[in-house]
Nanobody, 114 residues
Framework: QDQVVESGGGLVQPGGSLRLSCAAGWFGGYALAWYRQAPGKEREVVASITPSGGTTYYRDSVKGRFTISRDNHKNTIYLQMNNLSSEDTALYYC?????????WGPGTQVTVSA
C-alpha cells in the first residue's frame, strides 16, 4: 500500500466549509476513516466508511456537519465539512479504520479562525 496523501485543508472562518481528499495507490476492500489531531490532544476518529460506502460512522461532535464518502474507482475518500468551528481546528489524516493501519501520511491542516 502506497502512503496516503491528504489534501484540501486551509484557513476558513467559523461557519465555513472545506472538502478534504485522500488518495492512495489502492484502497481495495478496506474500511477507511478520517482522523484528526489537535495540538496537545490525542488523535481521534472523525468519521469512517465501509468498503462499499454503504455504512458510515461519525463522532458526535461532527454529526450533521461532516460527510464522508469514497470513490473506489479513483481510490479516493473525501470529507465534506460544513459549519466549521474553532473546535475543528486540527491536522486531519486518513487511514484504514480499526487497529491495523498503514503508514500515516503528512495530513492536511484545517484551521478555523476569524
Amino acid at each position: 500500500q502506497d502512503q496516503v496523501v491528504e489534501s484540501g485543508g486551509g484557513l476558513v472562518q467559523p461557519g465555513g466549509s472545506l472538502r478534504l481528499s485522500c488518495a492512495a495507490g489502492w484502497f481495495g476492500g478496506y474500511a477507511l476513516a478520517w482522523y484528526r489531531q489537535a495540538p496537545g490532544k490525542e488523535r481521534e476518529v472523525v468519521a469512517s466508511i465501509t468498503p462499499s460506502g454503504g455504512t458510515t460512522y461519525y463522532r458526535d461532535s461532527v454529526k450533521g456537519r461532516f460527510t464522508i464518502s469514497r470513490d473506489n474507482h479513483k481510490n479516493t475518500i473525501y470529507l465534506q465539512m460544513n459549519n466549521l468551528s474553532s473546535e475543528d481546528t486540527a491536522l486531519y489524516y486518513c487511514n484504514r479504520d480499526g487497529s491495523i493501519r498503514w503508514t500515516w501520511g503528512p495530513g492536511t491542516q484545517v484551521t478555523v479562525s476569524a
